[in-house]
């Protein structure tokens, strides 16, 4: 198995796109600012060259498995949802992306 750095699964652009979609689908949100606050985060460190901090990282993978549980695919892609397309991608890409965390984490 691969031993995943958290800044393969971490990067900036992969927490941007996961905003993106949040922002579209559940606007205002605690997610929103949790992204946010990461990439301060990224920010800070990268300038520092040093590691991402374990406790966010763990941050972002309990709201990950908690918008899973609490926002399960047919509460955000009913045909009538006029995000429905882009609330499909967002959980698709949570799902995976949660999966990869968990997989770093054991």
């Known amino acids: 198995m691969r031993a995943y750095a958290m800044s393969d699964l971490l990067t900036p652009d992969r927490v941007q796109t996961m905003l993106g979609l949040c922002n579209k689908v559940w606007p205002g949100g605690k997610v929103q600012r949790l992204c946010r606050d990461y990439l301060t985060?990224?920010?800070?460190?990268?300038?520092?060259?040093?590691?991402?901090?374990?406790?966010?990282?763990?941050?972002?993978?309990?709201?990950?498995?908690?918008?899973l549980r609490f926002y399960p695919e047919d509460s955000i892609v009913s045909s009538s949802h006029p995000n429905a397309d882009i609330g499909a991608r967002f959980t698709d890409s949570l799902r995976r992306w949660t999966d990869e965390c968990r997989k770093a984490v054991r």
């Open 41 to 67: 985060l990224w920010d800070r460190n990268k300038e520092l060259e040093t590691e991402i901090d374990d406790l966010s990282f763990d941050g972002l993978l309990r709201v990950a498995e908690r918008l």
